[in-house]
């Protein structure tokens, strides 16, 4: 591990930025490649025993979808489903496990809705310009998050080495879709910089199979992004991350009997902000932050806003590391929360505490042993613990990895479900259901082999189940009840990234997903299989990049869906330095799918651009 001698060269790549999960790590280090998800502090990636796959800024550009969860959903155990094209409501599924479930963070910033029924991202919003990298922690292994059975994902915003930097980018696609994004940024003495928008717009198509009217939903959406760092002196470093998003939509079927409408409208905005300051010693790092995130959603019918809810997060981090000798360090934090829904007067705190051991016990092999204790307003102490290992066998200049992990978690209601089942609209037998806090608790064990050029595969065997699930009533639409019992998801992925040749190569990835509920059902939205087989080519100035996806075996409402193939092509070619142009079809064999039963999905979609860089 040798933990003091990585502190300083991670240090030295990141001239002014810390150590942290809120900061980029260089893309490539000459000492090994390091990734931050796991256990919020930057590890070699070889180290790392729970399952983490990392997309880097050339992955999302050749991909090109506007929409982060588009991208993202070619990756190992990640299922996609939205009810109606852009900026409707999106689920990124990891593992079989609902969206909800899953953590994001853009440089620190938690972007969950606390107004959502329950606290979520909102994947419809959330898009991929100026994205520059993602980190996907997969299983119950987020620890030092508090996070809950899906995992985490960490983005990143691009950080740049010169002194003024920067790119524009516009482009154009099937239903009147405009893209357009611009960033600035640098690093300049003690300072660095960095700020992006991007306005995203389409007409979109009619987005449910029963409106007979067959008019367009579309959609907009404005993203600004920005950063800023200051390193007061060698050893402390201040830094602000600033965010606002806004998303417009349309869509079909609000309103209730008379009042019903298919000329729907949803607004949403959200506000993020974080504030932090990091402190280096010779043998520990230390962080502080305050966040808050701020949130309205609002819905017209037409015309008539139909409904309102505003709500805030707030909170406070204390993150540390201490190197307890060259190949042992201690990884410890507090944090503290408050949610509310403001319109509803509700709030509630939450405060957590954890320690991660993390050790080379002996060469090639590495331990983590964890613990966290969480304090909830309304559902009082729950201790969460997670373990790994890892043990890298050298094979000439190859390597062979086996690695296993075991974590626990908790959910509590949220402040949505509990209201609701307090409400007017609840009845019997949601209204006199008194809900409890969901468990969860889940392992992995996983074998990895790497060459010297780069190629890589894995098999990964996961099982993870869920105590006491809440969820709503769809029978008799009551509210929120609580499913005694145990839902589970358990399955294989199959992982494979080859280099055929210094230009060619493939990537490769299944899922088999069995999952159950209480009664021992398929979950709904969840794919038995997923399949992706995508391959690569970049030599000179050009980069061409294909993608399979294939969905089989899943059911909606208790209804079997068909199952389907998606075909996504790519290009782009550096025409200069300065210029590059770019262009993709999605869907390129229009396929005609649904991922929801009653909701349309996008044809064939071509779109064509223009970046240019400095």
Known sequence: MKYNSLAAAITLGLTTSPV???????????????????????????????????????????????????????????????????????????????????????????ISDPTAPQVQPQFAHLQSANVARVEILRGSQGLAYGADAGGVINIQSTQYSDPLAGSVSAEYGRYATHNLSADLGGNHKKFDYYVAISDYNTEGFNSRVDDLSQDKDGYQNTTVHSRLGYQVNDALTLSLVARHNEGEGQFDNCGFAATASNLCQSEFEQSNVRAQASYVLAASEHELAYAKTSVTKENFNQGVSSFLTEGTIERVEYLAHSDLNADTRLVYGLDWEQESITTEKQSRNNTGLYFEYQSEIARDFFITAGVRRDDNDDFGQHTSYRLSAAYIWSL?????????????????????????????????????????????????????????SNSHFAVVYFDQKIDDSIFFDLTGFSGYLQDPGQSKSQGVELIADVKLSQAWGLDFNYTYNETSDTAGNQRIRRPRQITNLGFYYQADKLTVSANMRVIQDFVDSAAALDDYQLFDLSARYQINQQLVVFARIENLLDEDYQDIVGFNTAAAGPHIGLKYQF
């Open 20 to 110: 942290w999960a809120d900061e980029q790590p260089p893309e490539d280090q000459s000492i090994e490649r390091l990734v931050i998800v796991s256990s919020r502090v930057a590890m070699p990636i070889r180290e790392v025993a729970t399952s983490v796959t990392v997309v880097n800024k050339a992955d999302i550009e050749a991909r090109g979808h506007a929409n982060l969860a588009q991208v993202l959903q070619s990756l190992p155990s990640i299922g996609v489903t939205n009810s109606g094209g852009a900026g409707s409501p999106t689920s990124l599924r990891v593992r079989g496990e609902e969206g909800y479930r899953t953590l994001v963070r853009i440089d620190g910033v938690d």
């Open 396 to 452: 000439g200049d190859n390597e062979l990895k086996l690695r296993s992990a075991y974590g626990t978690g908790f959910r509590a209601p949220s402040l949505f479900e509990i209201e609701y089942n307090r409400g007017p609209f609840a009845f019997p037998p949601a209204a006199t259901t008194e809900l409890k806090e969901e468990k969860t608790k889940g392992y992995e064990i996983a074998l990895e082999y790497s060459t010297h």
